[in-house]
């Protein structure tokens, strides 16, 4: 086991594996930026050392800083969490080569699948089913012609991108130019990477993803689904598992095109497939593959009765998973809200500032993951997501009767927050049964003209 860890991240998902270290007994290192100095990783961490100034470009982003604050503390494993550089193939070589243990995939794999278009490829060449689409375009005037062919609407989207970043339906001829630069402008101010491709567009599709882990004792196998059609502009809201969508015959064969594609590169660690599968859960197609721990992940945790950050650090350590975790089933339903610091009665602006009171829910079956508290201030530099709600039942509606009371009793006063709007959403008849896709929200938001 690893003797020291050091975080490449910040906000919920740094104290998340600092608690999951400290009941290894795996001591912690924080990195921080300037305008993080008050986050509350920052306190907990048994080291924590300042990597530069707020812009994440100048802190979290620069490989150089993080290894040398890895190397000065005598931090033997990274654990990047989700973003910044946890599927940077670069930065995964570097610890390699500094002696680092980087806690996920190899660099190659990461190359491999965290890049969209060679991940299309390997899961062609191994019968996951893909939606038609092209290979990465040189340019806007190729990918036009190639969008004709392919037969409007299409998905243009930056091989590099992330969290509904780097993607724009197209559905227009006329639209499809500057949507593509747009595309891919936002892509290389955020990873650096403007390349993008297209893929046909599914209209009213649900998205499912596949929680799959893989170790170095052969063990490959997937922990089930989790449904995350609940979007805006390609962010998820709240996330569920199961889903209410699938099949048992679905499920099946989803779960098994998932293990058989890890296997096939040999996957190491924690990551997850994700899927569309069309309006009448009949067809599915492999949209992506992320290589690293998903926001999502407790939803997963909850109802499989396992702990994933702890099994990441243990795998990245040379053991096999748990047994435990080998031999999972499903238990009951899970439903996450993720909390994010936005007016969503004035078109989701930002909300950063002050929190002049913060107080959570509890009480059985409810888990809050964050790391704010009253007086922290919430920085304005970074995502606005600020905790995640997660409610567990014996049944989806007990799930989702308790993710109801748990959010009448949120209390959060100094910003405004997506609270309001995620109850709006739990009260509406089309959550209740379900039936919802990834165009619910926006019809949703149209027709309450928010």
Same mark, same amino acid.
């Given at each position: 086991?690893?003797?020291?860890?050091?975080?490449?991240?910040?906000?919920?998902?740094?104290? %998340?594996?600092?608690?999951?270290?400290?009941?290894?007994?795996?001591?912690?290192?924080?990195?921080?930026?300037?305008?993080?100095?008050?986050?509350?990783?920052?306190? &907990?961490?048994?080291?924590?050392?300042?990597?530069?100034?707020?812009?994440?470009?100048?802190?979290?982003?620069? +490989?150089?800083?993080?290894?040398?604050?890895?190397?000065?503390?005598?931090?033997?494993?990274?654990? +990047?969490?989700?973003?910044?550089?946890?599927?940077?193939?670069?930065?995964?070589?570097?610890? !390699?080569?500094?002696?680092?243990?980087?806690?996920?995939?190899?660099?190659?794999?990461?190359?491999?699948?965290?890049?969209?278009?060679?991940?299309?490829?390997?899961?062609?060449?191994?019968?996951?089913?893909?939606?038609?689409?092209?290979?990465?375009?040189?340019?806007?005037?190729?990918?036009?012609?190639?969008?004709?062919?392919?037969? &409007?609407?299409?998905?243009?989207?930056?091989?590099?991108?992330?969290?509904?970043?780097?993607?724009?339906?197209?559905?227009?001829?006329?639209?499809?130019?500057?949507?593509? *630069?747009? !595309?891919?402008?936002?892509?290389?101010?955020?990873?650096?990477?403007?390349?993008?491709?297209?893929?046909?567009?599914? &209209?009213?599709?649900?998205?499912?993803?596949?929680?799959?882990?893989?170790?170095?004792?052969?063990?490959?196998?997937?922990?089930?689904?989790?449904?995350?059609?609940?979007?805006?502009?390609? *962010?998820?809201?709240?996330?569920?598992?199961?889903? +209410?969508?699938?099949?048992?015959?679905?499920?099946?064969?989803?779960?098994?095109?998932?293990?058989?594609?890890?296997?096939?590169?040999?996957?190491?660690?924690?990551?997850?497939?994700?899927?569309?599968?069309?309006?009448?859960?009949?067809?599915?197609?492999?949209?992506?593959?992320?290589?690293?721990?998903?926001?999502?992940?407790?939803?997963?945790?909850?109802?499989?009765?396992?702990?994933?950050?702890?099994? *990441?650090?243990?795998?990245?350590?040379?053991?096999?998973?748990?047994?435990?975790?080998?031999?999972?089933?499903?238990?009951?339903?899970?439903?996450?809200? %993720?909390?994010?610091?936005?007016?969503?009665?004035?078109?989701?602006?930002?909300? +950063?500032?002050?929190?002049?009171?913060?107080?959570?829910?509890?009480?059985?079956?409810?888990? $809050?993951?964050?790391?704010?508290?009253?007086?922290?201030?919430?920085?304005?530099?970074?995502?606005?997501?600020?905790?995640?709600?997660?409610?567990?039942?014996?049944?989806?509606?007990?799930?989702?009767?308790?993710?109801?009371?748990?959010?009448?009793?949120?209390?959060?006063?100094?910003?405004?927050?997506?609270?309001?709007? *995620?109850?709006?959403?739990?009260?509406?008849?089309?959550?209740?049964?379900?039936?919802?896709?990834?165009?619910? $929200?926006?019809?949703?938001?149209?027709?309450?003209?928010?």
């Amino acid at each position: 086991m690893f003797k020291r860890v050091l975080v490449a991240n910040r906000g919920e998902i740094a104290l %998340r594996i600092i608690r999951a270290c400290r009941e290894l007994g795996v001591e912690s290192v924080a990195v921080y930026s300037e305008a993080d100095v008050d986050s509350m990783h920052v306190h &907990l961490a048994d080291e924590s050392v300042c990597i530069g100034p707020a812009s994440s470009k100048e802190s979290y982003l620069k +490989p150089d800083r993080i290894i040398a604050a890895a190397e000065i503390t005598g931090a033997d494993a990274i654990h +990047p969490g989700y973003g910044f550089l946890s599927e940077n193939a670069r930065f995964a070589e570097i610890c !390699a080569s500094s002696g680092i243990k980087f806690i996920g995939p190899s660099s190659e794999v990461i190359s491999m699948m965290g890049d969209k278009a060679t991940a299309r490829a390997t899961a062609v060449a191994n019968g996951v089913p893909i939606t038609p689409g092209t290979d990465i375009m040189p340019d806007a005037e190729t990918a036009f012609e190639a969008a004709k062919k392919i037969g &409007l609407p299409v998905m243009i989207k930056a091989t590099a991108g992330g969290g509904g970043r780097g993607m724009r339906p197209c559905f227009k001829e006329e639209e499809f130019l500057s949507l593509f *630069q747009a !595309a891919s402008n936002e892509a290389l101010a955020a990873f650096g990477n403007g390349e993008c491709y297209l893929e046909k567009l599914v &209209l009213n599709p649900h998205h499912i993803e596949f929680q799959i882990f893989g170790d170095s004792h052969g063990n490959f196998i997937h922990l089930g689904e989790r449904d995350c059609s609940m979007q805006r502009r390609n *962010q998820k809201i709240i996330e569920e598992c199961p889903s +209410p969508l699938l099949t048992p015959e679905l499920r099946q064969r989803m779960g098994e095109a998932s293990v058989n594609l890890i296997r096939s590169i040999g996957y190491e660690n924690a990551g997850t497939i994700e899927y569309l599968v069309d309006e009448k859960a009949e067809n599915f197609y492999f949209m992506e593959m992320n290589t690293r721990i998903q926001v999502e992940h407790p939803v997963t945790e909850e109802v499989m009765g396992c702990e994933l950050i702890k099994e *990441q650090i243990r795998v990245a350590a040379g053991e096999q998973l748990s047994d435990h975790v080998l031999k999972a089933s499903p238990r009951g339903h899970s439903i996450e809200c %993720r909390i994010n610091a936005e007016d969503p009665y004035n078109n989701f602006c930002p909300s +950063p500032g002050r929190i002049d009171m913060w107080y959570a829910p509890g009480g059985k079956g409810v888990r $809050v993951d964050t790391h704010v508290y009253s007086g922290y201030s919430v920085p304005p530099y970074y995502d606005s997501m600020i905790a995640k709600l997660i409610v567990t039942g014996a049944t989806r509606e007990i799930a989702i009767a308790r993710m109801k009371r748990a959010l009448s009793e949120f209390m959060i006063k100094g910003i405004k927050t997506t609270i309001p709007f *995620q109850m709006e959403i739990l009260d509406h008849p089309d959550f209740a049964s379900g039936n919802y896709d990834i165009g619910w $929200v926006a019809r949703f938001l149209e027709e309450r003209k928010i």
